[in-house]
């Protein structure tokens, strides 16, 4: 099984799947919305809307699993990021990503190393996992804001030709 193969429903529409795709760029991050590091949602739709058209796309992973910072419905969250933040990428069901009860996308994330070398478990809400075109993943740490230069460098030479 490959990271292309594992999907999760959309948050407000079940019957669709999303997840990573060949031959496409994804940010994977689970967010939050009664966390700190919340607006980052801001840069998160300003990297949607500047690299969608080149294969480009952000995935938003809600999880309540850091302090019960996501506690509410998918309807919910979509409104309160639509409304807040302008959010135009898809959003996920709301899904653990530590523990026994982790999500199989988040068993292959997890396993990749952020630039200090850390592998494991998700830290806290907004961590970001750039899944490559080919499969391979890049990690972000939850405070690296998603403008970071590091963060652009990796988007942009990922980007499908």
Not at 130 to 157: C, H, K, N, Q, Y
Request: hydrophobic share 35%.
């Amino acid at each position: 099984m490959t990271i292309f193969d594992v999907t999760i429903p959309a948050g407000t529409d079940p019957s669709v799947r999303l997840g990573p795709r060949p031959g496409s760029a994804t940010l994977v991050v689970n967010v939050a919305s009664k966390c700190g590091l919340t607006p980052q949602y801001n840069g998160l739709e300003r990297l949607q809307e500047r690299y969608a058209a080149r294969g480009f796309t952000v995935l938003g992973v809600p999880c309540n699993q850091f302090a019960g910072q996501e506690p509410g419905t998918a309807e919910e969250i979509e409104e309160f990021c639509s409304t807040t933040y302008g959010v135009s990428f898809p959003l996920t069901e709301k899904i653990e990503v530590n523990g026994a009860g982790r999500h199989p996308l988040y068993d292959q994330l997890a396993q990749a190393a952020d630039a200090e070398g850390y592998t494991g478990d998700i830290r806290w809400n907004f961590e970001k996992f750039l899944v490559t075109p080919d499969g391979s993943v890049v990690r972000f740490g939850p405070r690296t804001e998603p403008e970071d230069p590091a963060v652009i460098t990796a988007i942009e030479a990922a980007l499908p030709a």
